[in-house]
């Protein structure tokens, strides 16, 4: 078994390069002194230094952040409700509920971000941060739905069971015990919301307006004049800003389990 | 550890409804629709600062996208940058506000040339921003021989060492060229006499790009290309010496890119005191500085230095052969599927 | 994506109970939800689907059966049975490469699982474009393996890497290997570790035990790897644009073509996106049943 773990470790290794390799370039690119970031012309900070004064990046940055903890949230809440719900509860129609709100995982983002752009025009919704957070958590909240669905179909409910003997009412037996269950499945998928919102494009472009672009779209307009190395350089100090929150997250929780 | 996770989420949602009224309010707001990277942020933050009206920088990379987002209604804008085709389609449709030149004093720097293009004669609806051709970089140090048309470019010995613009209608117009047909000529009749040309190039073809063609030439990944001439110019200005740009002898496309106010406009007034404003000598020659097209604006022209000026793609010498586009309705989706249906063919 | 319940035979208060009004009243919000945002725009798709065009882009609301014409035309044909093609392959390789890493992190010290977790997502928290971009920096002709290569001797001349269908390929499995990963993890993460050993110790060679008691096992993972990856895929249309040169157009592009590009042709691109959709209920409805079958047929 030692030589199948030692494989499996090889592999793994060798995928994590795969996975790094393209960041480790970005990250090193972040440095580069010729402005249109296609060949190594040498070592400069200059583009650390103008993220200081670019208004618009840092903006478009704080405009994504605040779009992704929001639908982190919203995201997290209706996962969570809904997968305990369809869980415990035989609805009429529960099944066809679960496939539509599975669908906007599935679709063109095209197609999604067209047809989101249609419905808030015939409604007659401005563009701005609301329609951004809908369409975002619209196909981010089945993520964590089914994070929580996966962890909650290997429950015991002798657990619960258990939680009510000792005179616990329901919404009690729902906090403290199933709920810290579910935790894991919860951060989860509470990670893959926000890593979905942060990076999103094609259906933010259609329900965003002038006032809150994100950080994505930003990016994508500069792709014209050439990618240059400030956006490398806000990738960089994005990635080690949440690597280091999420690394720190960790360690507290380990902390207090 | 739960609840520093709630407490820290709930602040974020609490922050966020805090700043959104931010986002929303100022006091005089110009929301300004245009192609990405196209309008300096110096140009917009000059305005701000002599007028106070804060400037909403929207972007699109495509006249498509702009009318995608025009058409549906879902937000207003103040002023739109579409090229002359889509001009001509939009003031068809009555989608654009007359302009009113007593507002526009600036207008008159812009060159005679300009003043009867077929799309917007007498420049009633539309203000030229800058001007392109498209047309024929070459890396000189790998090619030799002169390359001084479609025909000289799409030759089987260049295979899988072209760039070209990833443009159904450009592409068509330039099959048409070399049929001795202008851009305008689109009919059916006219494509199927186009797709035996076409289906001889596009598999000579490595890259097709609009966006940034003139990464794959600086790369080396490819020896020459057909592109827009900023990125040519840009091309030049980066490695002198090195890259050549020719019109093809068989007819070139002029494109023109334009500000104009659409019908839905919130803020009139203020879209005209921003047209005026970009037409200004000085604040169009810090467009030139950055894109290096043909300034339209003639007096601008005179503070370029000398070095712009003799950028071949910038301002290309002689007496070429240029057509602009039009409008060509609903034949756009045939070209389209033309130009889809050769690619897939020819591609893997 | 129903995972089967993995505990054994205890009696089943945990069985679904009738729901009472309180239930529905707490499910309101996500039926609003499904219904404004998930039915209501498809709705809107499925009508533009049966409507002419706008001259400026937009639809015109005459009845047409012209666009599901144009979805079974062979020049659109052919370029989805290539997305398909493309897509299947993208799926199998994630499938490969990603079923052993979810494999060695979920059989590893509980304590470092979710760093290892981290440390696969974190590379996503970079945007997209760039991620691609920096692909674009390492494949091509004077890049970066290209340049390790030469100096290396390995190869006299640079290798034609980028603008290839294989740098498509790359870019799509690379863009996908997390979604495939994470569902198998918490698939094989359930996993009872007493089971696998059993398995094991029962005399059957490791790769036997594997193919018949731990894959099977964690095939409600692998179906949900395969759904977030295969169905995706077919939509991509900037990787392909990007590493492929825009020589590889699929799907995906022919639909931003509609919106976006030169066509200006909404109702086409709307009744191509209606076909998708329809197409990936049914594959979802499908893998769905298959999943919860197979889980039954396990037990």
């Known amino acids: 078994m030692q030589l199948a773990r030692r494989l499996l470790a090889t592999w793994t290794g060798f995928v994590f390069l795969f996975f790094y390799l393209p960041i480790a370039v970005l990250v090193l690119y972040s440095f580069n002194a010729s402005r249109l970031n296609i060949v190594w012309t040498g070592f400069t900070f200059e583009w650390y230094a103008r993220l200081l004064e670019d208004r618009v990046l840092v903006r478009t940055l704080e405009n994504s952040l605040i779009v992704a903890s929001v639908t982190t949230v919203l995201s997290v809440a209706l996962g969570t409700a809904g997968a305990w719900l369809l869980y415990r509860y035989r609805y009429r129609g529960g099944s066809l509920l679960e496939t539509l709100i599975f669908l906007p995982m599935i679709v063109p983002e095209v197609i999604l971000g067209v047809s989101l752009l249609i419905l808030f025009v015939t409604i007659g919704l401005q563009l701005g941060y609301t329609t951004i957070v809908i369409s975002h958590v619209t196909f981010c909240f089945p993520f964590a739905m089914a994070a929580v669905q996966a962890r909650l179909a290997g429950l015991d409910p002798a657990l619960e069971e258990a939680a009510q003997d000792l005179g616990a009412t329901p919404p009690q037996a729902f906090a403290k015990v199933l709920v810290p269950y579910l935790m894991p499945a919860i951060l989860s998928g509470a990670l893959m919301s926000f890593t979905l919102s942060l990076d999103e494009l094609i259906v933010t472009y259609f329900t965003a307006s002038a006032g809150t672009r994100t950080l994505p779209l930003e990016i994508f307009g500069r792709v014209k004049k050439g990618l240059d190395p400030s956006l490398n350089a806000i990738s960089t100090v994005f990635i080690l800003f949440t690597a280091l929150a999420v690394f720190a997250i960790e360690a507290l929780r380990r902390r207090n389990p | ?348 | ?299």
Request: aromatic share 10%; proline share 6%; glycine share 8%.
């Open chain 2, 1 to 348: 550890m739960t609840r520093t996770i709630w407490r820290a989420a709930f602040a974020a949602a609490l922050a966020a409804l805090a700043l959104a009224p931010l986002a929303a309010s100022a006091d005089e707001e110009l929301n300004l629709f245009a192609w990405s990277e196209y309008v300096p942020q110096s140009v917009l933050d000059g305005f701000t600062r002599e007028t106070g009206i804060e400037v909403n920088y929207e972007t699109y990379s495509s006249n498509e996208e702009m009318l995608a987002k025009l058409v549906s209604g879902a937000a207003s804008y103040d002023v739109i940058q579409p090229s002359e085709y889509t001009v001509e389609a939009l003031v068809k449709e009555g989608q654009l506000l007359p302009l009113d030149h007593a507002k526009l004093p600036n207008l008159k720097n812009i060159g005679k040339g300009y003043w009867n293009q077929p799309h917007d004669p007498q420049l009633a609806y539309s203000v030229p921003y800058m001007q392109g051709t498209v047309g024929i970089v070459v890396n000189t140090k790998r090619i030799h021989e002169p390359v001084l048309g479609y025909r000289d470019v799409f030759q089987p010995k260049y295979a899988g060492r072209i760039v070209v613009l990833d443009d159904a209608r450009e592409i068509v117009s330039w099959g048409l060229a070399t049929q001795g047909l202008g851009p305008e000529q689109v009919t059916k009749e006219n494509l199927e006499k186009v797709r035996p040309v076409l289906a001889a190039w596009l598999p000579l073809v490595k890259v097709y790009d609009s966006d940034s063609p003139k990464t794959a030439l600086l790369n080396g990944d490819v020896d020459l290309g057909v592109v827009w001439s900023g990125e040519a110019a840009l091309l030049i200005q980066e490695q002198p010496g090195k890259f050549s740009y020719t019109l093809p002898k068989e007819g070139a496309h002029m494109f023109i890119d334009n500000l104009a106010i659409p019908k839905g406009a919130k803020n009139v007034a203020a879209a005209h005191r921003f047209l005026d404003y970009v037409l200004r000598p000085d604040v169009s020659v810090k467009i030139s500085k950055e894109f290096p097209y043909t300034n339209p604006n003639v007096e601008a022209r005179k503070l370029l230095p000398k070095e712009a000026l003799a950028n071949p793609a910038s301002y290309p010498p002689g007496d070429p052969k240029l057509a602009t586009f039009r409008d060509i309705g609903r034949l756009a989706a045939d070209v389209d599927k033309l130009f889809t249906d050769l690619k897939a063919r020819s591609g893997s």
């Open chain 3, 1 to 299: 994506m129903r995972q089967e319940k993995t505990h054994f035979a205890v009696a089943s208060t945990g069985a679904q109970h009738r729901p009472g009004r309180a239930a529905w009243l707490l499910l309101a919000p996500l039926v609003l939800w499904a219904l404004a945002f998930v039915v209501a725009p498809a709705a809107i798709m499925l009508v533009y689907s049966f409507a002419q065009r706008g001259t400026l882009g937009g639809v015109v609301y005459t009845f047409t059966l012209e666009n599901y014409a144009g979805v079974v035309d062979p020049v659109y044909l052919r370029i989805l049975i290539r997305s398909i093609g493309y897509a299947a392959l993208t799926t199998l390789l994630c499938l490969g490469i990603g079923y052993p890493v979810a494999f060695f992190i979920a059989r590893a010290d509980p304590r470092r699982r979710n760093l290892w977790l981290m440390a696969v997502m974190v590379p996503f928290w970079t945007s997209f474009l760039i991620r691609t971009y920096a692909w674009v920096t390492i494949l091509k002709s004077e890049g970066l393996l290209n340049s390790l290569l030469l100096q290396l001797r390995l190869v006299a001349e640079p290798l034609d890497l980028l603008y290839t269908p294989g740098a498509v390929v790359l870019g799509l499995v690379y863009t996908f290997l997390p979604f495939v990963i994470l569902p198998i993890y918490a698939s094989v993460e359930k996993l009872e570790g007493s089971l696998i050993e059993a398995a094991l110790d029962l005399g059957a060679g490791p790769l036997r035990a594997f193919a018949r008691v731990i894959l099977p096992l964690t095939t409600p993972g692998i179906a949900a790897g395969v759904l977030l990856c295969f169905v995706p895929a077919l939509g991509i249309y900037a990787v392909n644009d990007i590493l492929g040169g825009g020589r590889v157009d699929m799907i995906g592009n022919i639909i931003e073509n509609q919106f976006k590009g030169n066509a200006r042709n909404w109702p086409f691109g709307a009744a191509l996106g209606t076909a998708l959709l329809v197409s990936f209920a049914l594959l979802y409805a499908f893998v769905s049943s298959f999943s919860r079958s197979s889980a039954a047929r396990l037990r």
